[in-house]
């Protein structure tokens, strides 16, 4: 029997067309996949090494103090619990069960994919929407607060480049670090206070990009108008964070400060001396590294990258690489399973068809 067509004029016209497209994607959508999977075999073939290399030094995790191995749980714990702060006061929600498991299952997809970023945060709206939270606070806090994290990961070099500078050789040793990481903090708070308070270092950044733009591509015509847009950018943060601006500074700050922190002790536990200055540019390095959207988590851009960052803040080759797995293992690996086992519990107590209980999740004061 041969099925008759449906005319251009039929209501289920403009559906199906819709899904072919769907199921036939365009040439220019064939053509970016492939690019995309061709440059994710070129990283997976060149850095391949660097993360085999890494896992490598598995062995040797066991000569590490069990007490060295807790201290670096415990500060990623005070990482993630930071964050989880940050994505409460930003969305106004003391929904904790649900910000806690939608944190966890998000950010391990986001180690899981490449690009995992988006689906992360879709995944997290997702969840916090089925669990009562607005959708329009779920959106503007997740935004507000992936964007403090990421301003203040991209201002770490900034601060760190003076202190190494003006005081020319800093002490070594994880005592010493902590204090310096406590005069880092310190002055980062103030810098974001003045900055969330303040046009001034808005507008004075925003022409300095405008001028540097300008000579680098001297023929290229700017539009202008950076600086208000930064402005811009700035207000609709401070509307998101409301009165809870200055602890939601203090928040982005721990959860960045606490994972150098584990880097640091990871690199002390194997016996390296490390300067915490020049790790702490190693470490800014490696998470601008892990933002880029090629690998699963910047896996082997990350370890490749943080152990010649390292090796050039006067690490040797073989500590940096333990180093490197050991603070690996607890801030990409393990979070896996972690968020997985977090997405089950989710979906336990929030089934597709509504919650299992009436009662709205308790709010902790």
Not at 82 to 100: G, H, T, V, Y
Not at 129 to 150: E, K, M, N
Not at 317 to 345: C, K, Q
Request: hydrophobic share 55%; aromatic share 8%.
């Amino acid at each position: 029997m041969t099925a008759t067509p449906i005319p251009p004029s039929h209501p289920e016209a403009a559906q199906l067309e819709r899904l072919r497209r769907a199921v036939a994607p365009s040439r220019g959508v064939v053509i970016k996949r492939i690019l995309i999977l061709t440059l994710l075999a070129v990283c997976v073939y060149v850095l391949g090494p660097s993360v085999l290399a890494t896992l490598n030094a598995w062995p040797q995790v066991e000569q590490i103090s069990w007490l060295w191995l807790i201290g670096m749980a415990a500060a990623q714990i005070a990482a993630n619990a930071s964050l989880i702060w940050l994505q409460s006061m930003a969305m106004r929600s003391k929904e904790w069960f649900a910000i806690i498991t939608a944190e966890l299952a998000g950010g391990a997809v986001s180690r899981a994919l490449p690009g995992g970023g988006a689906a992360a945060a879709g995944m997290q709206y997702s969840m916090l929407v089925r669990a009562g939270v607005p959708a329009g606070s779920v959106a503007s806090g997740l935004t507000a607060a992936s964007l403090l994290t990421l301003a203040t990961v991209f201002v770490l070099p900034v601060v760190s480049v003076p202190v190494l500078i003006a005081g020319g050789t800093v002490p070594n040793g994880l005592a010493d670090a902590a204090w310096l990481g406590l005069a880092i903090f310190t002055v980062m708070v103030a810098l974001g206070w003045w900055v969330l308070g303040s046009d001034r270092p808005l507008v004075a950044a925003g022409h300095a990009v405008e001028r540097t733009m300008a000579r680098v591509r001297p023929k290229r015509t700017l539009n202008g108008g950076l600086p208000e847009r930064l402005i811009a950018e700035r207000d609709a943060l401070v509307r998101a964070l409301g009165s809870q601006a200055l602890y939601a500074i203090i928040a982005s700050l721990g959860r960045w400060l606490f994972d150098y922190l584990t880097l640091l002790a990871a690199l002390t536990a194997v016996g390296a001396n490390p300067n915490p200055v020049l790790v702490l540019l190693a470490f800014a390095i490696s998470q601008m590294l892990a933002a880029v959207p090629i690998t699963p988590g910047g896996l082997g851009i990350v370890e490749a990258g943080l152990v010649a960052t390292l090796a050039l803040a006067g690490i040797g080759g073989a500590d940096a690489v333990v180093a490197t797995f050991v603070y690996r293992l607890f801030s990409y690996w393990l979070p896996m399973p972690i968020g997985l086992g977090a997405w089950i519990m989710f979906r336990r107590r929030y089934p597709q068809n509504g919650r299992v209980d009436d009662e709205p999740v308790a709010a902790d004061a």
